[in-house]
Structure formats: structure tokens, C-alpha cells
């Protein structure tokens, strides 16, 4: 029978989030502890640990199926592969940054500067759609302190909180690209391997949905009802049962995490109580 390879970052911002999807999707590993290969004992699924960089050149030469990598790194090394599904983690952008003593007066700015970066090719795109002529230095990490010893004026790297920048005495000027974790897969799956991809992706989605909602339990009196369910509608319709107590009901529903502070207020002033809000592991909608 045919295994799904799944490359995944062995050591770094991405692994943890990335096996934890595949442990939550149910698929138990035989030995996670990052050798090179790990394999499942109940899904048709082994996992290959490698630097992210690695990783879209092993999908488009077909070493590994599908891969989890940074949308940076696929625009950087410009392999041919597909995005799969985007997972919401990881989330930063690559931004252009100069020294925070220089007033900022725009692109031009950027004009005969010397930027060092590890994202030549994007950088290098945008330079060229912004019809800027810039010298790009390449290196490969700490690029944030390249300004600091005279290496060069600015940099374009990723930013996520924005600490890196202002520990540097830099600003962030222009957000080139946003960011997060995505799958990408070979752009020829067999058959039976999209199969498996298929079965592997409804578990994901199941998962994501479930942390994107709450399960709510709450009490109100009875002629409150029709109000309630107008404000957690729920999948369905919410579940509602008798209390022991006349005139009360208990509602059960579900609610989109994003929503929940604006839902309580409201069931609140319906008169609800004892409101009890629950994580959902998974959810199948
Ligand atoms: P490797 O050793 O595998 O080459 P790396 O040093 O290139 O690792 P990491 O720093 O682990 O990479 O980052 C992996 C990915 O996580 C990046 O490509 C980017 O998509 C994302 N990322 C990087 N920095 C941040 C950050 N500060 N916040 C959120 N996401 C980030
Ligand atoms: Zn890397």
C-alpha cells in the first residue's frame, strides 16, 4: 500500500506546530524524535525531517508528497509546486527596515542603497516592480545587525512582533510580503496518494474548525429562547432542555471563537446564566 511522505522542518519555528497538527489529526508516530524518517503505526503517513529550505525542492523532485513550509521560503525558492492548504501558524511578514535615526520619505529611499537579506529573489522582484536599482547583499541569518556594522543601509527580512527591529535601532518601512504556514505538494500525486491527502486534509480542517469555535452551555428562562437561539444559531440549532427548575432552560451551542466577548454581552442581557464555555477538539461540520 502507498505512504503519504510529508516533509516537515526538523528543528526550528515550524516543527512543533507542524507534528502537533499531524498528532492532533489522530496520526500516532512511531518514533518522533526527529530521526531522519518517522513512520505511523495508524495512518498510511511517514514523516521526513529536514531544513525548511530543503524542503519545496524535495516536494517538486517527488522525495517527499506534500510538505509544511513558510510561504516565504516557497516564494524565495520558486519550485514547482502547489499550495495545498494554507494553517493559519507562523505568521510574519517580510519587510523592508532601515536605521530609525533616518526619516523614511518612501520607496525611492531605497534607491543606490545597499539591503542585505536572506530573501534575494523576492527582494529582487520587488525591487524591479517598484523600478528601484539597489544592491542586495545576500546572507544568511542575523541580517538584522548587518545595518549596525556597516555592512549595509537597510535590510528586508522577516518581521513578526517587531522587537527584532527596535533591539537594532531599526524601523520597519515597507511591508513586502505576508506570511504563514501552508502545505505544498508535488504537482503529480498518484491517485491513491491524493487519496491519502484528501483523508489527511479532512482531519486538519476538522481540527482547525474546532479551534476556531466554542461549545457554550448556558441557562436562561424559558421566554428567552427564541432571543438565544437569534444569537448562537449554533451548526444546527441549538440543543435546549428542561431544567429541573420551572420556567428555565438549559442551551447548548457553538460559537465562532472570533465572536465569542460580543455573544456573551448579548446573552447576558437576555438574561442568561451560568454561561460555560468549552473547547471543541474536533469538528466535522
Ligand atoms: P532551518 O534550520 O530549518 O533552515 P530557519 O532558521 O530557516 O530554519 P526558522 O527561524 O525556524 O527557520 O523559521 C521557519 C519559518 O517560520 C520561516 O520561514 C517563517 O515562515 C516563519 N517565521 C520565522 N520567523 C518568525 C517569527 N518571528 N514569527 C513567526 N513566524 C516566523
Ligand atoms: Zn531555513
Same mark, same amino acid.
Given at each position: 500500500?502507498?505512504?503519504?511522505?510529508?516533509?516537515?522542518?526538523?528543528?526550528?519555528?515550524?516543527?512543533?506546530?507542524?507534528?502537533?497538527?499531524?498528532?492532533?489529526?489522530?496520526?500516532?508516530?512511531?518514533?518522533?524524535?526527529?530521526?531522519?524518517?518517522?513512520?505511523?503505526?495508524?495512518?498510511?503517513?511517514?514523516?521526513?525531517?529536514?531544513?525548511?529550505?530543503?524542503?519545496?525542492?524535495?516536494?517538486?523532485?517527488?522525495?517527499?508528497?506534500?510538505?509544511?513550509?513558510?510561504?516565504?521560503?516557497?516564494?524565495?525558492?520558486?519550485?514547482?509546486?502547489?499550495?495545498?492548504?494554507?494553517?493559519?501558524?507562523?505568521?510574519?511578514?517580510?519587510?523592508?527596515?532601515?536605521?530609525?535615526?533616518?526619516?523614511?520619505?518612501?520607496?525611492?529611499?531605497?534607491?543606490?542603497?545597499?539591503?542585505?537579506?536572506?530573501?534575494?529573489?523576492?527582494?529582487?522582484?520587488?525591487?524591479?516592480?517598484?523600478?528601484?536599482?539597489?544592491?542586495?547583499?545576500?546572507?544568511?541569518?542575523?541580517?538584522?545587525?548587518?545595518?549596525?556594522?556597516?555592512?549595509?543601509?537597510?535590510?528586508?527580512?522577516?518581521?513578526?512582533?517587531?522587537?527584532?527591529?527596535?533591539?537594532?535601532?531599526?524601523?520597519?518601512?515597507?511591508?513586502?510580503? $505576508?506570511?504563514?504556514? #501552508?502545505? !505544498?505538494?508535488?504537482?503529480?500525486?498518484?491517485? =491513491?496518494?491524493?487519496? &491519502?491527502? @484528501? /483523508? %489527511?486534509?479532512?482531519?486538519?480542517?476538522?481540527?482547525?474548525?474546532?479551534?476556531?469555535?466554542?461549545?457554550?452551555?448556558?441557562?436562561?428562562?424559558?421566554?428567552?429562547?427564541?432571543?438565544?437561539?437569534?444569537?448562537?444559531?449554533?451548526?444546527?440549532?441549538?440543543?435546549?432542555?428542561?431544567?429541573? $427548575?420551572?420556567?428555565? #432552560?438549559? !442551551?447548548?451551542?457553538?460559537?465562532?471563537?472570533? =465572536?465569542?466577548?460580543? &455573544?456573551? @454581552? /448579548? %446573552?447576558?442581557?437576555?438574561?442568561?446564566?451560568?454561561?460555560?464555555?468549552?473547547?471543541?477538539?474536533?469538528?466535522?461540520?
Amino acid at each position: 500500500m502507498s505512504q503519504l511522505k510529508i516533509a516537515v522542518q526538523k528543528s526550528g519555528r515550524l516543527s512543533e506546530k507542524s507534528l502537533a497538527l499531524i498528532v492532533e489529526a489522530g496520526i500516532s508516530l512511531n518514533n518522533s524524535d526527529r530521526r531522519l524518517i518517522s513512520r505511523s503505526s495508524n495512518f498510511p503517513i511517514e514523516i521526513l525531517f529536514l531544513r525548511d529550505d530543503d524542503i519545496p525542492q524535495y516536494v517538486a523532485d517527488g522525495v517527499a508528497d506534500i510538505g509544511i513550509v513558510g510561504e516565504n521560503v516557497i516564494y524565495e525558492k520558486n519550485s514547482p509546486i502547489r499550495v495545498v492548504e494554507k494553517l493559519g501558524f507562523a505568521r510574519c511578514r517580510l519587510s523592508l527596515a532601515i536605521s530609525k535615526s533616518v526619516e523614511y520619505t518612501g520607496i525611492n529611499y531605497f534607491n543606490g542603497k545597499k539591503i542585505a537579506t536572506s530573501y534575494p529573489k523576492i527582494l529582487g522582484k520587488y525591487l524591479l516592480d517598484n523600478n528601484i536599482k539597489a544592491e542586495i547583499h545576500e546572507i544568511s541569518g542575523s541580517v538584522e545587525i548587518a545595518p549596525g556594522i556597516g555592512l549595509a543601509d537597510s535590510i528586508f527580512d522577516i518581521v513578526s512582533s517587531g522587537s527584532t527591529l527596535i533591539s537594532n535601532g531599526l524601523q520597519e518601512v515597507e511591508i513586502v510580503m $505576508k506570511s504563514e504556514a #501552508v502545505i !505544498i505538494g508535488d504537482l503529480n500525486l498518484s491517485v =491513491e496518494k491524493q487519496k &491519502i491527502l @484528501d /483523508k %489527511l486534509l479532512f482531519r486538519i480542517r476538522s481540527v482547525q474548525t474546532a479551534r476556531n469555535h466554542k461549545y457554550v452551555v448556558l441557562n436562561a428562562p424559558s421566554n428567552q429562547v427564541s432571543k438565544i437561539i437569534e444569537i448562537i444559531p449554533g451548526m444546527k440549532s441549538p440543543t435546549v432542555v428542561p431544567l429541573a $427548575k420551572e420556567g428555565w #432552560v438549559s !442551551i447548548h451551542s457553538v460559537l465562532k471563537e472570533n =465572536e465569542f466577548w460580543d &455573544i456573551i @454581552d /448579548k %446573552l447576558q442581557e437576555c438574561g442568561a446564566e451560568g454561561i460555560l464555555v468549552m473547547p471543541i477538539e474536533k469538528m466535522v461540520v
